[in-house]
């Protein structure tokens, strides 16, 4: 219901306009991804990990904004139908009603039910290989609609989920179960990729002004910063190839 409210009074002009770059963009982000896989040798010459980093592609399923049906008033009053409430309800009376209506319309919707579209964020979600992009994220750019700067920004956030689906932990995950879908020597070649990023942001630092001195620690910030780097380079790949 939340979501559904939210729909309705996001400000118009900015969500139609990020959502239709948004939804244009994913697919030109996924080839400047491609492209960039093209250009690794160890994923580009291995014939199994490039199948694996091709499939994942192919199947990454991707939610814009909000889920389908979410702004479909029919559909929305199927899903509450079970939900009558009446004048005589009582706390205890409510609580029975609304677990048994949201048991039974999590495992029938789950996805439409789980999905809070006002958070100002993004997500890879590796089970279902699966990016989001929340209204709220959309609703958060700037007004301004020049193309370079939408890339930039938006289309650099997408690039990182994106790139979420190759990161150390989702490389073990296929499309929905844990599989380790690279060869051996793939892995043995990401994981040496992944060691070159952790030494890099090993080595950055910062004092503040009160002479406090703080570290990046590479190992545990390895998947954000490959994420970052390359939802980047993706992102600037799909504004060169686009024609607008
Ligand atoms: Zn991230």
Redesign the pocket.
Known sequence: MFGYLFITFCDEFVVTIFFRFATKAVDNIIAGVRKMLEEVPWIKNNKQTYAGFTEKMNKLTKIIGYPDGLDDQARLDRLHADFALSANETLNSLYLKSSKFLAKSILDDRVVRRLNVASTNAVYNPFGNRIIIHLGRLQMNSQNDIPAAIYGSLGAVIG??II?GFDGSSVLVDYGHINPWMSPSGKVSFDSMAHCVINEYNELNYTDPNGQFYKVNGVQTA??NV?DNSGLRAAYNAFLSDPE
């Open positions: 990182h989920e979420h998947g954000e994420a």
